[in-house]
Nanobody
Framework: QVQLVESGGGLVQTGGSLRLSCAAS????????MGWFRQAPGKEREFVAA????????DYGDSVKGRFTISRDNAKDTVYLQMNSLKPEDTAVYYC???????????????????WGQGTQVTVSS
């Protein structure tokens, strides 16, 4: 079993930046694709970004392309999400997840991920 802990969330003004971290323990995540999702109150959980197990492929939701960057450091069993040019509509709880089922092409599907962190709150004020 793997445990995931997100950190780095907080309150930021429109146009600001935050860097989220997702640290894994229990077992290594170096051989698994990873994803970030977010969920705002009353809305469905939304795909944000994904990265392949080797870090050679990255994918983003349309709403964050050009603003967010996902990366990983397998030696530290950690995944990051750099968020720039933040907007109020980015306000949500952000979740890190481990892909353990299917192929990487399914990166945006909730069902492809078996393990989730507890989430970290990001609030963007205007």
């Amino acid at each position: 079993q793997v445990q995931l802990v997100e950190s780095g969330g907080g309150l930021v003004q429109t146009g600001g930046s935050l860097r989220l971290s997702c640290a894994a323990s229990g077992r290594t995540i170096s051989n698994h694709a990873m994803g970030w999702f977010r969920q705002a109150p009353g809305k469905e959980r939304e795909f944000v970004a994904a990265i392949s197990w080797g870090g050679h492929s990255t994918d983003y939701g349309d709403s964050v392309k050009g603003r967010f960057t996902i990366s990983r450091d397998n030696a530290k069993d950690t995944v990051y999400l750099q968020m720039n040019s933040l907007k109020p509509e980015d306000t949500a709880v952000y979740y890190c997840a481990v892909m353990t089922r299917g192929y990487y092409s399914e990166y945006s599907a909730l069902g492809a991920y078996d393990y989730w962190g507890q989430g970290t709150q990001v609030t963007v004020s205007s």
